[in-house]
T-cell receptor
């Protein structure tokens, strides 16, 4: 059975801190790994990773995939209160028609 | 584009009642999905569809039914509501791609009492 495990489940940091969120996966015929940010409503797309070692970057957020060790990390530097959210990762396998989500990491940034 | 829309936003049902959660997308996506999200549990796939007339079960299909008569619409039906179906329901859609970036609707918060 495919599974995605995220850690930590939750963390609290202060503004300006750097955080690293972890995502490990076991997905049959792995195709890609996606990161989403979920604030009060629907998840919004952050990154999609398909190749090992290539860093995807958007402002203070960056992510990297290790296909050999089957994990990905999401880094957030100089955190702001607006980064407070649930961060979800999801693996895509088989024929690309389903995502398997992890339980998410709840991030709270205190001012 | 409105993207993915869902109605209603909130609903309270009594045990045994039935209802349909509506989902529509205007991006001409082939793939559509229904998820439920319980606290601390991430998103669980209920049903999905790879095109009009084609649906398949996800991880947690029991107690739900779907249909896909058009590309745009993908309603989710609850026939006999149970307290275990209290959750937030998200509809999503994506292009026909192996990499599957999904776009989510705003969600429906359902409470069954």
């Amino acid at each position: 059975e495919d599974k995605v495990v995220q850690s930590p489940l939750s963390l609290v940091v202060h503004e300006g801190d750097t955080v690293t969120l972890n995502c490990s996966y076991e997905v049959t015929n792995f195709r890609s790994l996606l990161w989403y940010k979920q604030e009060k409503k629907a998840p919004t797309f952050l990154f999609m990773l398909t190749s090992s070692g290539i860093e995807k970057k958007s402002g203070r957020l960056s992510s990297i995939l290790d296909k050999k060790e089957l994990f990905s990390i999401l880094n957030i530097t100089a955190t702001q209160t607006g980064d407070s959210a649930i961060y979800l990762c999801a693996g895509v396998g088989e024929y690309g028609n389903k995502l398997v989500f992890g339980a998410g990491t709840i991030l709270r940034v205190k001012s | 584009n409105a993207g993915v829309t869902q109605t209603p936003k909130f609903r309270i049902l009594k045990i045994g009642q039935s209802m349909t959660l509506q989902c529509a997308q205007d991006m001409n996506h082939n793939y559509m999905y229904w998820y439920r999200q319980d606290p601390g549990m991430g998103l669980k796939l209920i049903y999905y569809s790879v095109g009009a007339g084609i649906t398949d079960k996800g991880e947690v299909p029991n107690g739900y039914n779907v249909s896909r008569s058009t590309t745009e619409d993908f309603p989710l039906r609850l026939e006999l509501a149970a307290p275990s179906q209290t959750s937030v329901y998200f509809c999503a859609s994506s292009y026909r791609t192996l990499y599957n970036e999904q776009f989510f609707g705003p969600g429906t918060r359902l409470t069954v009492l």
